[in-house]
């Protein structure tokens, strides 16, 4: 059980890290890498997904969507608010930033951030759990525990590298890691030039979110 939770894990944090950088680099109109580690995963992603699933599936395992929604709405809350003060008490650094946000908490938590997550909630629990878990749960026992164990021990390196990266850099890992950058920074400045619709479209939805609240984002 534990392997297949850490499969989930893995999968939802590459999931989660695809959304960030996507949504990020939407909104501002450039390349930007999300997260803290070397490698596509985003932990908070994994995590949250993960205890939310566990608890929907022995708890309540026919939600409705309401439930679900506010759900994801607090569940979000409460993780990010204690993951970005310790990231900012232990790593002096923060990785997101809603203090320019209306309706926000310490710059670390807010409304329409919440709101964004209890979609999220929407589409893990009734679109992107009932594919991925049959498919965890359809892998032979041997492959499981493979993957699994390859994914933790990634992981862990990964954390390691990243941290230690974080206090002394690590050059070999950084230069990967700005021509990875380089690249994407090309390919999103072209796709962005010809998409430019896109762009637009997701800042003015954006927008009209912060609206509502009462607050351009941009003030």
Partial sequence: MIAKYMIYYTVMAFIGYIYECTAMTLWLGRWDNRGFLYGPVIPIYGIGSLVGSILFIKYLPD?????????????????????????????????W??????????????????????????????????????????????LVNTMAVLSGVILILDILYSLKGLKSGNPRLDAAEEKIDRTMTTFAGRYLKEHEGL????????????SVFGRNPES
């Fill in 63 to 95: 939600p409705s969507p309401l439930l679900v929604f506010l759900a994801g709405m607090m569940g979000s809350a409460v993780l990010e608010y204690p993951v970005h003060y310790l990231i900012e008490k232990y790593l002096h650094t923060s990785y």
């Fill in 97 to 142: 930033d809603y203090s320019r946000s209306p309706l926000n908490l310490h710059g670390r938590i807010c409304l329409p951030a919440a709101v964004g997550f209890g979609i999220s909630a929407l589409i893990i629990v009734h679109v992107i759990n009932p594919l991925l878990i049959p498919w965890i749960e359809s892998l032979p026992d041997r």
């Fill in 199 to 210: 762009h637009n479209l997701f800042f003015a939805a954006v927008d009209w979110i912060c």
